[in-house]
């Protein structure tokens, strides 16, 4: 139960120098300040909200909001829209600042043979298949393992993620390695085995 308290509209009621205030003013005067007096409806609890200085939406309309946010609840977007609004909506514990950032859905790389990041640099500017006869398969002969695949996979999703993807498509040596790497880095993939 709240105590109210309506002094203004009674202020004015008995202050001799306000005389042309109607009773349908007083009223709506004392409604205004009853309603201001009640509590406001509290934030839903989100897990996190993401805030960017551009939103990316992927809606029909293909809308980029300006000081935009995106609320997140039990992994799913409840909301998105201007970051005013999913403020006074919504309170998480994790708050992503977005300053100077663009929010937008994550990339798909669509071809990739993650683990070969370690062979990065090894034989540039050649033809493809002098590049896999005379470099990258005697290399894969002599290196590739459980290990070198599952490191080799890290590094890439750690590049992935900075990037700013998050799925990706897979095809190389032992797919049970680079799945369970890709799920232990947080990302989602397509995985499978290598074929020429």
């Not at 939103?55 to 829209?81: C, F, S």
Request: hydrophobic residues 45%; proline residues 4%.
């Amino acid at each position: 139960m709240h105590n109210f308290r309506l002094e203004l509209p009674l202020m004015l009621l008995i202050n001799p120098l306000v005389k042309t205030f109607s009773r349908k003013t007083l009223v709506a005067l004392q409604l205004i300040v009853f309603m201001s007096a009640l509590p406001s409806k509290a934030a839903e609890q989100v897990d996190m909200i993401v805030f960017g200085e551009y939103l990316v939406t992927m809606n029909e309309e293909q809308r980029i909001i300006e000081n935009g946010a995106v609320a997140v609840k039990n992994g799913d977007i409840i909301a998105i829209g201007k970051a005013a609004k999913i403020n006074n909506l919504y309170s998480a514990n994790k708050i992503i600042k977005g300053e100077k950032r663009i929010l937008m859905p994550g990339l798909i790389n669509g071809h990739t043979h993650t683990a070969m990041t370690l062979f990065r640099g090894m034989a540039d500017d050649l033809q493809l298949m002098p590049w896999l006869n005379n470099y990258i398969f005697p290399m894969e002969g002599k290196f590739v393992n459980a290990e070198f695949i599952r490191i080799g996979t890290e590094l890439a999703c750690w590049e992935m993620i900075r990037g700013g993807t998050t799925t990706f498509v897979d095809m190389y040596f032992y797919p049970e390695v680079i799945s369970q790497a890709t799920i232990d880095c947080g990302l989602r993939g397509i995985i499978g085995s290598p074929s020429i």
